[in-house]
């Protein structure tokens, strides 16, 4: 059975709409639970990662001893000290944040990443695209060590990817960004722990190096890593054995690594913020990604890729006008093919089954202003009401009304909920809730 994702929150509307903003990500099974209870909601499962909101937020020290494999992700302001792994997101919680971070926590644990067989390939029809793939395929075969350079967003990962499953390691594909964790848990991270070598260490844990055993080990944002940890990485290249955090003995791994960074590091070196003989044990060869407004070919293929992808995951689709497309094609994209996956996700959310026009691209991309809003409608005179002589349920008879109004709402709006939301004025998740409270289809 597929590892559960534990929601913390004692609030039971948020928690709902967390429930919901995971679920949209195809995770099979989301655990709600309260502070008090959350032990017995587990029923012994192994949850791959919990997510803590509101009264939840001081649970983490107890989950962290319950749970030494799971993520731990807080959501709001979270009271947590600043040298817990705990990983934070902002509420209302942002659609490409949750799935970056879900995609994470549903593979080999927090910060890992296993490739399935058949993963993503490096998209494009440019001719850099075409030169890139043809590199790929000469590295892939042997075991030299790669650095991935490139803007942020420009497909890193993807390149990384893609040389794993090109090659005939049989391991997992591994991969760690090096600056989304503290300097002071990169090191256990890495290469693990035992049992008792520093507060909160209740068991011994396997590090990635470990982990990607057999396999390839992707080290992304490399060039921010701290320099007491890029001795030991080099340590580790040179002599292929880890010590774990308290261990007195050390292990032997058979592991490819691939780097990736958007810094300079050659300038990085010139300041002293980074190993030159690290840089040149890692730089075997070298795989420069040009930026997204450098390959304008690739945009189309990207999108029909990115559609189709989604399409697989849920019931809907979007396609794009001639206009739209054009500016698609025209847009600079500075976060690259992040950027244009987070437009596309957004776009199928907020016009599923949709054909995309200028008009629906934001005024950045489009060049169009968004109309003025409209004046407030004037406040509708008040009904009279009479109370019955034998008295009335108020609750359900406010609840009557409510359930009414939504199923207007979604008959008027085809059933798109996300429509429906917006006519009668509240959150797509909390209407999602009340149909599902009141039966609705």
């Known amino acids: 059975m597929t590892a559960p994702i534990l929601v913390i929150d004692d609030d039971r509307d948020r928690a709902q709409a967390l429930v919901d903003l995971i679920s949209f990500f195809d995770v099979p099974r989301v655990i709600a639970a309260g ?29 962290r001893s319950a749970l030494p494999e799971a993520a731990l992700v807080a959501v709001g302001v979270a009271p947590i000290p600043a040298e817990s792994d705990v990983v934070t997101l902002e509420w209302p919680v942002r659609l490409d944040a949750l799935g970056t971070l879900i995609e994470r926590v549903t593979g080999a644990g927090f910060g890992a990443t296993q490739l399935e067989p058949g993963g993503a390939a490096f998209i494009g029809q440019s001719k850099a ?3 890139i793939r043809d590199i790929i395929s000469r590295v892939a075969p042997s075991a030299a060590t790669v650095l991935v350079t490139g803007e942020s967003g420009t497909g890193k990962e993807v390149v990384a990817s893609e040389i794993h499953r090109q090659s005939d390691r049989e391991g997992q594909f591994v991969a760690v960004n090096c600056g989304a964790i503290p300097d002071d848990l990169l090191e256990s991270e890495l290469f693990g722990h035992e049992k008792g070598a520093f507060t909160g260490a209740t068991s011994a844990r396997k590090g990635r190096f470990e982990q ?8 992304d944002e490399i060039g921010d890593m701290p320099a007491a940890m890029q001795v030991k990485l080099l340590r580790v290249l040179q002599e292929r054995v880890v010590e774990r955090v308290g261990a007195v003995k050390s292990v032997p791994v058979d592991v490819r690594v691939i780097a ?9 070196i010139q300041n002293g913020r980074f190993r030159e003989d690290l840089y040149y044990r890692l730089n075997v060869v070298e795989i420069d990604l040009p930026p997204l407004r450098e390959r304008r070919d690739d945009v189309q293929p990207l999108l029909k890729e990115m559609v189709r992808r989604i399409e697989a995951r849920h019931d ?46 934001p005024q950045d991309i489009s060049g169009i202003e968004p109309p003025e809003a409209p004046a407030p409608a004037a406040t509708a005179a008040p009904v ?28 008027q709006c085809d059933g798109v909920v996300a429509q429906a939301a917006k006519r009668l004025g509240m959150q797509r998740t909390t209407l999602v809730e009340k149909i599902k409270r009141y039966g609705l289809s």
């Open 35 to 63: 502070v008090q209870d959350w032990r017995d909601a587990l029923g012994g499962a192994s949850p791959c990662a919990v997510v803590m909101a509101g009264a939840g937020l001081g649970e983490s020290a107890p989950l």
């Open 260 to 268: 990736a960074t958007h810094r300079d590091l050659a300038e990085a």
């Open 212 to 219: 990607a055993n057999g396999g390839t080990l992707f080290l």
């Open 316 to 361: 809907t689709g979007v396609s794009f006008s001639d206009d739209a497309l054009a500016l698609l094609i025209d847009h600079d994209w500075p976060g690259n093919v992040r950027e244009l996956a987070n437009l596309v996700e957004r776009l199928m959310v907020l016009k599923p089954h949709g054909r995309i026009a200028p008009e629906d691209l």
């Open 384 to 411: 009279a009401i009479e109370m019955p002589e034998e008295g009335v349920d108020l609750k359900a008879h406010i609840a009557e009304v409510e359930r009414r109004f939504i199923a207007d709402a979604l008959a």
């Open 129 to 131: 695209s075409a030169r």
